[in-house]
């Protein structure tokens, strides 16, 4: 009864495509901080509206803005100068009136400010949270008229608040796995027995053929540097870990550079006192870096939706993201013969967001395989995702699920 | 010498696929406001250098947050009750020494605000600019080392600032033809000789086979309209319009909605004071919205580099997606045979940005064209424009070139 | 049956002591325009409720706070380069039920900008507004049990809402006529006269024994002036009249200086392009500079409340700090003998403002006169005043009374 | 050498007078607050600039700005919903260029806030810095041509920055000291073992004749207060405290009164979260509260100045506030026969601030005294104190002289 329908892809399979490009903001650049700022208070406030209301009411912050701060840093630790300031902008429903006549009065600010600070704390250890940053709220009063619900017993499936659309796709490419989990490592356990290596990390690979060039630029840490050699020596490690990684995902060739701005002789460098450019005039906000999938993949159709902050409830533009991305990965997990699949999920404003205007799959199979063969199967799995939509709710609010 | 190259699209021209999205959100969307303060401030900035210091300094202000009011609608007038608050974020040399040894301190802070102001006076007529609208601005002082030469007799091509793509096409579809000449028409001939229409036009296309559905979301404001006979009227007008320019671009069935999210029975209509969605709930902020030919393709590949508010000099994102859109556009327009045409333009940081690392042609030619009969005659035209790529930077500073 | 006292002032009236500090801020030092702003607002608010509500509900926005800018004064006209930041600070009541069940919206943040914006192109005009300062506003919702009634029909008196208490004096000595009357004269016909003028005059009066010396800041505006030659000509004119005011106020020998600090060798001299050291580092607010009769009077007892931004309906600080400065110019006028008067009222929490716990008039006779030739016809004009006190109320709205 | 005078004061001792007020606003009042924060960020900033320079340089903090919060206090702990904002505001040099060269970036910014925050802790233990208050920062940089000197080997005596006064007395009268002990003691010893008493206790003394009548407002802290019993019992165990502290003062009558605004029938009483006014609906801000002695005495001359975040080196408005009521309390406590003490010092601009334009103590002596008995010895205390004048810089940066 869902509008699914399975087709080829017009186009060659991404991994065989002549020119590729591939980019990701690891956490600590600004325009991620912002994002996982937005997120992290889109789950606080969904978590308070369940403890205290018992279901998600009308909310949306997905408009974080950052503006830099000053840094001096120095060989063995430097300071910041002027602190980087973070304005978390959006609505949330302030007042409810519950079955039983009770008036609640939530404390979203204060919720929205707790979140963003343990945020922060998590990903950028080496910030000091209100003296490196000033973390501040503007909540206005959402639309009353637009409380979700989500949460309660024998709930609905929610409506679509909006003609919208998301786009998933997989297998991720050998350049999209290699940008992709080098951050993850290098933010990961690499960075664990790595202090040097500071949060803000970005990488773009890009693939000419058969030849795989990554370039990581990767702000370092100055408390765990004491001079030129041992920076050079951070960047060198960075560059071997890197390759290492790449030759586990790739036989192509690859070429690593990391921090190709850098000036040796000037002394020139990416140093840092926090581990992240925002410390020093790198501006950022909600929405400008990663998909929902964690990459910026120009050789792919993309929404401009930004997914973190959003009420997962309903917002139509965060739920598809990171459904349309949940469902290519099971299908192609599930089905043989799949190159590439791109799935795309159109809603209808006010239409159950169960049942899409169209949930549209487009594959290149393996020479062997027919879609016919395969669409019986792909469209089940589509289904039963469709189905269950609400699980992505619930897995958002619970922090399963990246949103950039 | 330039590294251009032209080859096959290795997939179907955009018109010939079987679902198309197309999306533009007009200038009193509370994104677009965002871009248009960004470039306004942009734009007043270069004109500041290049009048006191003759050519551009360092600067980039891509990063400005609207946090969206309160209003009061009512037929026949109502008023904001809170006002919009606008925050330009950015960077800015605020010291210079001329040459001679004199120091020139830059007004920077002031011709941010003067250029935004200005700015939305023209495109929010009805917004009054200090009281329905706050705009505040935070500008840090660039990295010093990092000034950008633009102006001077004999200047060098700048380096790109940057590793960085940009990506353009031509020709428009119908459908992207269609929504792009509505918003512009609605906010221009249509919308002076209707007052009622506010800014705040969204406009969303979609394609299934032959069959185009325009989706339109347009502000109206409450001053010119009287009772909900004349709302009614209002949005029917607009239909009219609008299914009339759609008919005068495409063969295909057309249809129009206007404002489906009303109810009007209940009296939950779009009506607001100002002509924006910003006096009420809707924040915004600069690239979220429109790419740099004024449209959001999904089913193109598309940058997610902010063009507004970059410094037009150097800044790689902005100047090669203007670019290689303009490339595409003079392509098409001189030669024949094109179907569909995507130019990509990558950089590499610190070579001079008129020697792209890769400057990449793709073309769907017509039937009876080889991509051969015509790949002299658009490497030419491609390598001009390379040529006289600071073309772009004089024509933004002066505004002949939109970015959003 | 109102508690109403008249003594003698157990001191020698001020006009007799050996030694007389007087102060006053002119409406352009940044403390007064804070006040000035504060006290604008508090009008706006008053006449939006009596216009929409018919009676002035809760407010207090006695808390402006302004932020200096930066500026580029020049000989001929400099410019402001960043600018001054002014926050609005307060509470205000932004919904109210009608008698007959209507909802209202009170557009509080609107008038409050309005109305700051309104007062600082009339008190400041060579101040733009919008880019030379920028205006914002943080205006909280009012504790809704305190909601006050003025203005309506048969309205009782309002109870006062704290304890508190206001001093007032009569007459004002020579140096305080000296003081007030000459940033008055600055700032009204002569500054008509004379743009160069700016309306930051702080004008400092001291008297040691017989010798008056009035020391006179007046910041000039930098487009009214070509050269050193002007501005020393600018300062002598200002001296010259100043002291013909002084000589019509006394028999004394009065020294005046103007801008003493001033090197003009140095070129160090007080410039400004806007005629406020607000641009340039002198950050201000409300409550700090001149007492509810316009002058610091270390002298004289002094109430610490801020006058300015308060709701003049029941704030016992600002009313009781009016009212007896009106009483004792009433008093002085009316009553014969008296060469100094004291007044204080001292309010209850919750006792009707028109019968403070205690009323106390103290005075210093001439020498022929005793303390009871003159206590009934005192005593008769404190009672009537006080009978009246919501006059006091109504002449604040109306903009009658100054409070700084 | 200085220009010391003697003389007697033209009216009784406060003592004597017939009606004395007296007020204090408790650390935790939001006035308070603000003096607090502005008076750390000062000394912190002192203190970053003697480690870094050797010597002060020039700064001002004297503005900060607290907007209240929302909160929702309720019997056994509520919460903050909206949090307090707080704006430090001034101007402080951020770089310096030291005698051999190098340029020193100085982290104004980050200090201020981290003062401000370190202060906030200590000042209101119930108060969740970064969730319950915002603590935002915008520092201007100083007019570098005032950079003050102190703290250098051989350094000399400042000149005054101003033609300004100051003013001091001693002894306190009973009712002065009732109020400033009571204050004290509850914020310390009592408040140690009574957790349920705030920060936030405001004094206010009135004596007429000899009755004195201490009104008590003091925010109770929800956490520690179970229902109106334990509400009604803490305000009569400081009812109770106060009345035997006051009584150890004075033989005169005392009637103590502790929250008189509440209705404990209707439930309304003065139950606060964190233990301040601040959190809902009571803004603040620097010098609007106590003066540098810690009292509001309108019986006595006040100077307006405000004593907190000054610069200490230099600022005549700070130096001789504090160094008269220094100087009062060493004449009082050395010669004997004083029943009332004023002292008032007066700078002129550019002089050596040991070398007051005038130096003025005015006394009310003992029946059996006559001034000229005490003339030489009072005389000789003032010299010394002025002769050890930046012996306050001192105290006032290492936190030994509390400015309100």
Redesign the interface.
């Known amino acids: 009864m869902r509008n699914i329908q399975v087709?080829e892809l017009?186009?060659?399979a991404v991994e065989d495509?002549?020119?590729e490009?591939v980019e990701r903001k690891g956490i600590g650049h600004p325009d991620s901080i912002c994002d996982g700022i937005a997120e992290a208070v889109s789950r606080g406030l969904s978590q308070l509206y369940l403890d205290r209301v018992g279901h998600v009411l009308h909310y949306?912050t997905?408009?974080t803005?950052l503006?830099?701060?000053?840094a001096?840093p120095s060989y063995g630790g430097g300071?910041?100068?002027?602190?980087i300031?973070v304005?978390i902008?959006?609505?949330a429903t302030?007042e409810y009136e519950t079955d039983d006549g009770r008036e609640l009065?939530?404390?979203?600010?204060?919720v929205a400010?707790?979140s963003a600070?343990a945020y922060l704390r998590e990903a950028l250890p080496e910030l000091e949270?209100?003296?490196?940053i000033?973390?501040?709220?503007?909540l206005?009063?959402?639309?009353g008229?637009l409380q979700d619900v989500f949460g309660e017993d024998g709930a609905q499936v929610p409506m679509a608040n909006d003609?919208s659309?998301g786009?998933g796709h997989a297998p991720l490419t050998e350049t999209e796995r290699i940008v992709l989990e080098a951050e993850r490592e290098l933010n990961g356990a690499y960075g664990a027995d790595h202090p040097e290596i500071g949060q803000d990390i970005k990488i773009?690979g890009?693939r000419?053929g058969d030849t795989i060039d990554i370039?990581v630029a990767a702000a370092m840490v100055d408390a765990y540097i004491d001079d030129i050699d041992e920076y050079r020596e951070a960047t060198e490690r960075v560059e071997a870990f890197v390759t290492g990684l790449a030759e586990e995902h790739t036989d192509r060739e690859v070429h690593v550079e990391v921090n190709?701005?850098d000036d040796l002789e000037e002394g020139?460098i990416y140093l840092t006192t926090t581990g992240t450019s925002a410390e020093?005039?790198d501006?950022?906000?909600?929405?400008?870096?990663n998909?929902a999938n964690g990459l910026?993949t120009?050789?792919?159709?993309?929404?401009?939706e930004?997914t973190s902050g959003k009420n997962p409830v309903n917002h139509i533009g965060k739920i598809y993201n990171l459904l349309s991305t949940d469902i290519a990965e099971a299908v192609v997990e599930e089905v043989d013969g799949i190159r590439d699949l791109q799935v795309?999920l159109?809603s209808q404003?006010?239409r159950p967001i169960d049942q899409p205007h169209?949930a549209?799959a487009q594959v290149v199979t393996e020479e062997s395989v027919a879609v016919a063969d395969i669409e019986e199967e792909a469209t089940a799995i589509i289904d039963e995702r469709l189905a269950n939509v609400t699980d992505v709710t619930r897995r958002v609010i619970d922090g399963e699920i990246t949103t950039f």
Do not use: C, H, W
């Open positions: 087709s017009d186009r060659r495509q002549e020119v490009i949306n997905d408009e803005q503006v830099a701060g000053n001096a300071e910041v100068v002027d602190p300031y304005l902008v959006g609505r302030k009065t939530l404390p979203v600010g204060r400010l707790e600070r949270v209100g003296t490196d000033v973390v501040d709220v503007k206005g009063e959402g639309s008229d003609t659309f786009v773009m890009k000419e370039t190709t701005a020139s020093q005039g501006d950022g906000s909600v929405g400008r870096g998909r910026i120009p050789n792919r159709p993309m929404s401009m930004a795309r159109l404003i006010g169209v549209d």
